[in-house]
């Protein structure tokens, strides 16, 4: 049973300093109410961003006002998160080192900014978080943070006490901190409404198969349906609009892609990753609606853009993806870019088919109102009216080979007038 706090706890002292604290109700977060408190006389207000977490089992923002904070809050930004985040995200087709849906990196910039927006308000000179020494989220919210506000004062309770999760837990036993987390659960979890995280634990031997206790939105993909599952997926100007025909809002939509492609096994992802900080870091994410959303952009993209445009694409794409990862959203150059994509996508439109089963997801059909898939040109069938100029093909293959013929004629005139290796020169 979680410790209470006692009854007889002093009140806050009047006049101090205000820190508004990134708290998810979690064991980290719980401890560093206290922990801000007593070791740097602060005053907390504890801030929860809901950007799609599944809610917890109790009310988190009363135990953080039971544990101490002066004042907490829970600020919905899901509709901001899908509009100027994510759905910029999958016209980038945002696919860290072409693995991770980046489900964790692309909420942390505006969870920083939430937080200077509060602080702000609240007449608050600190924000604090609590990531460790070691990951990569730090680095975006101190980044995000300061990118906004270059005179907030930034403190990670776990940069400055390095403790363990038992240790974690003995200090809120004997400061009576209300916590939910138990001994005996060795991962550390991040979710949101664009995917899950995990690390930690049996994970940290990249050897070793994911246990089934890390997957906890998904299917194992050997129990999924026998039978796949197809969804049709409509886009306009590269975001997606709807699901089997129905206009959604983006918070439905995925919410809906993720449960169908959950339940087929679909999503699940074992990564060892470069984090910025130098470290490669096994991790395993739950990402069903992401994988699902971002392969049908792709395969609806590959329909409707020149080849010139996707494959310089690809590049922008993967910058994209570094400032996102590396929590350079406010550095200046995600803007322009954004910029560039969203003119890539002005004829991005259409419907796409998934199928999904056991595990596996694959484009098997799409349509554009603006295709630049010609069935004339492309078919090889005399039912079909055949509008390719065959002979045409002639003239075109002869300009195409034409530098390369050149060469090869001038090389093999050059190399019968060059001596042999070794061979001695003819007299005049």
């Known amino acids: 049973m979680a410790a209470k706090a006692p009854a007889n706890k002093k009140p806050a002292k009047r006049g101090r300093d205000k820190a508004v604290l990134a708290y998810s109700g979690g064991l980290d977060t719980s401890v560093d109410i206290r922990w801000l408190q007593e070791e740097h006389d602060l005053d907390v207000i504890a801030v929860s961003v809901n950007v799609g977490q599944p809610p917890s089992d109790d009310d988190i923002i009363a135990r953080a006002k039971r544990n101490g904070a002066v004042k907490a809050m829970l600020v919905d930004v899901r509709k901001d998160f899908v509009e100027n985040y994510v759905w910029p995200l999958v016209k980038a087709n ?51 943070i300061v990118a906004q506000d270059p005179g907030m ?11 363990s999760r038992d240790e974690e837990i003995d200090y809120a036993e004997a400061k ?31 050897w070793a198969e ?69 470290i490669k870091s096994r991790e395993t994410y739950e990402c069903p609606a992401a994988v699902v959303i971002i392969a049908a952009h792709q395969a609806l993209e590959a329909m409707t853009l020149q080849r010139e445009v996707l494959d310089f694409k690809k590049d922008v794409e993967k910058k994209f993806c570094r400032i996102v990862y590396d929590g350079q959203w406010f550095g200046g150059l995600r803007e322009p870019i954004n910029a560039f994509i969203d003119a ?12 999904l089963y056991k595990g596996t997801y694959s484009c098997v059909g799409r349509k554009s109102p603006v295709s630049l898939y010609d069935a004339g040109l492309a078919t090889y069938s005399k039912a079909m009216r055949d509008t390719f100029d065959h002979q045409a093909a002639l003239g075109f293959i002869y300009v ?29």
């Open 94 to 144: 945002g696919l860290y080192q072409g693995v991770y849906p980046l489900s964790t990196a692309i909420a942390r910039p505006l969870m920083a900014k939430t937080l200077v927006d509060v602080a702000k308000r609240e007449g608050a000179k600190y924000i604090a978080h609590g990531c460790t020494g070691k990951g990569n989220d730090q680095v975006r919210f101190d980044a995000g």
């Open 153 to 163: 004062k930034i403190i990670a309770p776990q940069r400055e006490w390095v403790a």
């Open 176 to 206: 009576g901190v209300e916590i939910r987390a138990k001994r005996n659960s060795p991962y550390s979890r991040d979710e949101n409404l664009w995917g899950a995280s995990c690390e930690c634990g049996a994970l940290e031997d990249a």
């Open 210 to 278: 994911p246990p089934e206790g890390v997957w906890a939105h998904t299917v194992d993909p050997e129990k999924a349906p026998d039978r796949p599952t197809y969804v049709e997926i409509g886009f306009r100007e590269g975001v997606p609009v709807s699901l089997d025909g129905v206009r959604m809002k983006g918070v439905d939509l995925i919410g809906k892609i993720d449960r169908i492609a959950g339940d087929n096994g679909v999503g699940r992802i074992d990564h060892v990753e470069d984090r910025l900080v130098g």
């Open 344 to 355: 890539t996508q002005k004829y991005v439109t259409g419907t796409v088919r998934m199928k």
């Open 400 to 428: 195409w080979g034409l530098p390369d013929q050149t060469a090869a004629r001038a090389r093999s005139r050059g190399s019968r007038k060059v001596p042999a290796k070794g061979a001695a020169p003819k007299k005049k």
